[in-house]
């Protein structure tokens, strides 16, 4: 059981979904940092639930308390503890003997034996991004303040496929209610979402996320890439399945010449430059590599995608296993649930790259 | 820099591609071990340059000396060093101030500065996977003394497509010269690289890896997911730029009922059994999961895909940025170099995913 | 700022002294446990505050609130987070312009500037041992299970030194209300505790501790030693200033022949065993080695001391500077404090112990 | 088994006292940096064995090969490897049937089973100090440039004790040959020695050591205090069985306001300066912290003293076990082995104190 991330900063994230509280414990934050509550009410309600037809029902207000590491509206330099209540139990709904199909109910039961929470997924749920969102929202605000931006969209769902766009566009349409950028194709996700909560089913996606103003040289060889650090705190993210950068798998049907970002000089040297001050000065054409090469930044925006997996829970009648009676069954679930968690997805994968970004920026407390 | 890997194990590696040797320091090995050295050198060989027209021909042995932790033939418990050796060296094809499009030349140089060992990309060349082949082959040896094995196999170079298999098969055509189910697929393949080799370009592809065996309940939540480990490690790899697990983006455009992996009873259950002894005997009976649910293993095959990108280095002419004279310029790139790094890749992500299955099952040494 | 303990266990530890409340997470704990509340109380109150005249007037009642992690009373593997409020909270005792020496003010300042919490030591505080100690007790009963049982005495307190005793006698003695073997001198203690308290002043003293029942093989060379893990939890402890093991600094005046521990065999051996199975029938007859040789424990009772330096906060005038005058200036401090931390520090000091135990003792989570 | 160490450093060792070689892999070191082989061979010839009649005969010449890292003398940002071949090896002399008492022969058996390598103590042998010397030989470089110097010196052998000395004293002292301030307490010294040694017999001792030039600022609550970091380190320093840090146990015995290092302003202050930058001017008139308050240094010399326990290895006879009679027996041991330890270790002291520093020293590498 690990529930901490960070080399630099220290997240732990604790509780269930039917339990009384989740929340986060955040150590390595800067001191003296304003906290914008607005921003992080924002960050907060993007991942709500209970907010239109597409999503579960399970209402939750997400109001949450502080109880360390902020004084007068200011980071301390401690660690801060924020306290998220979960409102909305209904406990009932859920059968221990009989396994969801696709859910973390067999491997945890496995795992953890009788005592596991298996209500609502417990410590498994997706109510667990709660506090991963707070965390993400404290971090975009430091990041921000350093130049780096993070913005994702809804690039799929089912068989709906966004239109294409340049990767600037990506930090405005980031914080439209539903993120894509060519609204008929967003309806057209809708619909196919209602269409299948009609059926009883639900539905996957991608996610696009891209992150400008990274700093040319972040992200260490051989075992700490870029693309490790961030492709292991994503794949936190419960029913993500696969993640690429740049053109990813794009990449594997390439030659070399289509696929190596020509590299040109932004701006004119000076005589008596350093090959290092001069590679400052150096941008690739083109983006192929997601910003990253060698595992480094190479200060273009970071790019990459991410496949999430239909909502396992369906209303559907489905074949599992009766534990009470030893018996393979077909059986309906109920429980309160998202027909397609990819548009609640996005604000999580966006806050799992930044607390991968602020990770990487914080300097070792110990130098100034 | 962060050579050092694992939680359980501890995985060093160094050297550079054009320095006096690479090499590995491997703590947490159990001791008692035998090493059996025809095993790592068959391993040794399936990664090694220089066997065919389809590789680089820098050839090298990889002769290998062990420093420490070997005695009579078998582990002592104590950390293991292996050091290989750079035979077949010559620099003077690099050129510092021309950078390569697509390699790690210009995040290095922002990175480390003038000092960094730029010759045949140093620390970040594919030579550095020599170690990472070696220590997993001593891992598959502890994992198969454990029942669990690892296959992996080409599915995809550029534009063909090997054909479909049961995941039991990919295990004998792992061990083929060139690993397709499809022969004549593989011909084709073949044929590309050597058309792409003529062209002075490279070509990518995508390898599909399995592992069978592995208990159901390995890895942990919420941020030790055994997806955030494999990724995490595998993304280490030079020229590796995406992963999915099971179906992978495939199931963005899936619904649940497609994607869930239907449960059964797979024995006889008896009376007074605990829910928990009652889980131990169910099955799926599809994988789309890959073996993982809640990022817990089930005791399916684990199945990932790995996007490889084309070779960096290409013979045909690029833009790119000449430091020396501070333009932008087009260039042509000699070097030894694979025109497609796919097939000597096969055993690298074999090993890194062995590597990661021992960090997991290797037990905490203070317990016995 | 690394608030996260720990390699098998995770604990993370939150709050200060006069905000909302102090508290944990504490990850990686097995599931199933049952939580022994009673335990738990005791030894909260062992530590608390406000309990006799030899102790600080804040009175804290220590109640806690489990905000996950436990179902039914049992733990469900998922990390347990407590809340433990502070309710005495007497902010306006401290004056942020006068630096307390012997505290962590000045260094405080330094570190985090003018937004870290001076208000009582903030995170720094002696405040933060009450959830060491509620960790500590869930960790007393995991390793009780397994046979192991820690103890802790006051040895010295000023220059009133305890009578010397066998090993184990020291649990018992722990548990009395003022653990010292010679109440005599513990009365001795007391009143040089008052003396001290009646000038507005403070003293330190030495803890031993000793943990009986520990398997022989913990800890890890080169870096792992067991006497590693033990000192750097325990120099976590404010006012710990020294940690020595077994005879420690007393094995600098001996000779080999002294210090040596004399081999013995504990048991007959059988024809046919091998060394190793014959190894763990073999005992010492001393102890000066603390039950640890070349970092690994030997079967024998863990024994250490440790050095409490004296309450930094005193009634007496002492020369520190005014930040606001920007001059040195005498001054004496307010706020309520304890003459002498020892007593309350013995649990803190078994605490750390049992964390430190308990992570060697915890199978990594992912084998059975 | 961690044979690795650091957190923005990552050095690796490994090596057994008896076999090819011992050495080192060190991650994290700056690029760019001039290596000073003077000063290695400095540092290597202190520790050095053989060197006259109070150390072991084993004489090693030290000679080492660096394999990785270095490019035209200077560091690449790339893991330095570095072998040091073992010469003169004797194993011959070793009988593992016959367990050294106060040696790691035990535990190890216990631990590692039959294939451990006793000979000569294995991977548990003071032959490994010797990569740890070399390392902090290196981050004593680093640390000067910073204006950071390190020394120590023997504080006491047997009941021999040096002069009292001012911390400054120590830099000249630990240069010494002999390392002590009064050089007729150091004859004593080795008169002891030489008659321990006729005796059959060893001799143990303190070191004491220190650190000028540190900024005020590092170090980290809760979990990472200065003291927590140095002690974990030092504690791997074979027979090191005690550390205080300042005035330490003698703390105990103290009242507060004897303690308590007296603050003053050491510079004249400015109108409109904050409480942190006035901080910055203040100084303490005494350091019987040792340079650290809450964990983080104050600006002050960090300083610390070590026990080190006898040399295990005697040659007058003790009752210890023959595993192959399985009886308690009396014996001999040979081999070559030092009377004392001590004037060897005061360079490995040293080392351990100058990596811990770098490693706080040390930027994560990510940011410039």
Redesign the interface.
Known sequence: ?????G??I?L?????SH?????L?F???E??MVIDRDRIRFEMARRAPGRDDISTPRAESDGW?????V?DG????????V?IRNENVRSGDYT??L?R????D????????????HRG????SGR?TAPLVFAGAIAKQVLERRGIKIGARIA?I??VIDAPIDTDEIFAISRKPFPVADDAAGERMRQAILA?KA?G??????IECAAAGV???????????L???M???I??I?A??????????G???????????????RE??APG????E???K?G??TNR??GI???????NPITLRV????????G?E????D??R???VTARFGGRHDPCIVPRAVPVVEAALALCLLD?????????
Chains 1, 2, 3, 4 share one sequence.
Not at 251 to 257: D, I
């Open positions: 059981m690990s529930n901490v991330w080399r630099n220290k732990s994230i604790f509780g269930e339990g009384p509280a989740v929340g414990v150590g390595g934050l001191a003296g308390e502080v109880l360390s590491g004084l200011r980071t301390t330099g401690a660690p801060l503890c306290v221990p003997h396994l199909p696709g859910h973390a067999l491997t945890a039961l496995i795992k953890y034996g009788e005592h596991a929470d997924g417990g410590h498994f667990l799929q089912y068989d299948a059926d089913d639900s539905l996957g996606g991608v700093p040319a040289g972040w992200g260490d060889p051989f075992f700490d890439s693309e490790s650090a492709s292991s705190l794949f936190s419960p993500v399945k696969g993640i690429e950068f740049g053109d990813g798998f990449l594997a049907s390439m030659r070399g010449s289509e696929a190596n970002d020509p590299l040109f000089m004119a040297v430059e350093t090959y290092a001069r590679a400052a150096v690739v054409t590599n997601g090469n060698g595992g480094i930044s190479n200060g496949a999430i997996k239909p909502t396992p829970t369906i559907r489905q074949t599992t296993v534990l009470e030893g018996e393979t990487h920026a914080t300097a070792c407390s110990e130098r100034s």
